[in-house]
């Protein structure tokens, strides 16, 4: 086991369409850190996380999988060093916010916040201006530059790229694309002997120029796992995503 450079002191976006688990990775990366557990085979840095749920139907989808994931990790959700802040910081283009919060995050002893997500979190400004998303990554280096990671999530436009100005692409230090591969609804399998309902996500790096400082986590597949009767699931890596076709390929990753 090795940590993930990438989720370490960095500014990660994890980028794909509704429904894609993106937060479902976030939540189970932040029940992993704040519960000192492995990510899908990776160490991680055990600490404080506070997760921003500032989008509608976040804090109901943290509480809810934060029980799911505990369970299957055999953690106890109060005990959990997770904090849930919905709505409390909502602008990352005011550095007077950003500071307060970062206050706050360095008096809990966080080394990992969740922003979920980037679009609903810069005060109503439009993503797609420069300066505003120049301000929005200028304020997360307040983190990065202290030890805590931060992890965006953000949506794709039409075409499945990255929306809103390029700065969003210039300034992120690693970027995760989710895209659905194949889902089998209610297909059994066995996992120690308990009975899982199994659904498999694609989950894949694109190249990024800052990457070359901590090497690139090549793509592989999460396989979410639920247990029925108990309520328990996890993530885990299911392997190398190799894509089907030459142009596939292409497309995901330059």
Known sequence: HQVNPLFSKHTTLFIGPPQGAKSLTAIYLSVCTAGNKDFMGYLTRPGY???????HGAEELLN????????GMELNPSDLALTSMAYKYRDFTNPTLTKNLLSECQELGAVLIVVDNVGSSIGGQNENY?????????NFLMFTEVGIAVTGIHHPNKNGVTRGSTV??????????????????RASILSNGEPFVEEVIE?????NPKMSQGGQVPPFLVRVLENDETGAAKLINAGPYVPSSPYKELKNLI
């Open 49 to 55: 996380v506070v997760y921003l749920s500032n989008e």
């Open 130 to 138: 420069t300066n505003t998303m120049q301000r929005v990554f200028d």
């Open 203 to 207: 989950y894949y790096a694109m190249r």
């Open 64 to 71: 809810r999988w934060v029980k799911k994931f505990s369970l």
């Open 168 to 185: 969003i692409d210039a300034m992120a230090d690693c970027i995760y694309n989710f895209e659905r591969v194949s889902t089998r609804p």
